[in-house]
């Protein structure tokens, strides 16, 4: 069974970091893609980042946000600086159930398994 859990999130100013975890466990992380969502308040989840060979980022997070990943812990990361207000939201890890070769994906539908989420306030 295939299992995510992200730490890391918590309360924090405005222009300071957070770096958010995600343990994956039940299977390896090597060759597949890995994404990163975040819903905040009232409003529908949406793409944060992900990377399948190559890291991609949408443009609200581009340049202050960095994916990353350590294959021997099973673990990626995200390593976000000059936070704003409104990154404030809960924050997912996500994984396709199968290889996708290099494709980028950032339709949460293509993601099969979630992880609990990580609670990320920015204050002013």
């Known amino acids: 069974q295939v299992q995510l859990v992200e730490s890391g999130g918590g309360l924090v100013q405005a222009g300071g970091s957070l770096r958010l975890s995600c343990v994956v466990s039940g299977r390896t992380l090597t060759s597949f893609a890995m994404g990163w969502f975040r819903q905040a308040p009232g409003k529908e989840r949406e793409f944060v980042a992900t990377?399948?060979?190559?890291?991609y980022y949408a443009d609200s997070v581009k340049g202050r946000f960095t994916i990353s990943r350590d294959n021997a812990k099973n673990t990626v990361y995200l390593q976000m600086n000059s936070l704003k207000i409104e990154d404030t939201a809960v924050y997912y890890c996500?994984?396709?159930?199968?290889?996708?070769?290099?494709?980028?994906?950032?339709?949460?539908?293509?993601?099969?398994?979630w992880g609990q989420g990580t609670q990320v306030t920015v204050s002013s």
């Open positions: 990377d399948n060979w190559r890291t």
């Open positions: 996500a994984a396709p159930s199968r290889r996708i070769g290099f494709k980028i994906i950032t339709d949460e539908n293509e993601y099969d398994y």
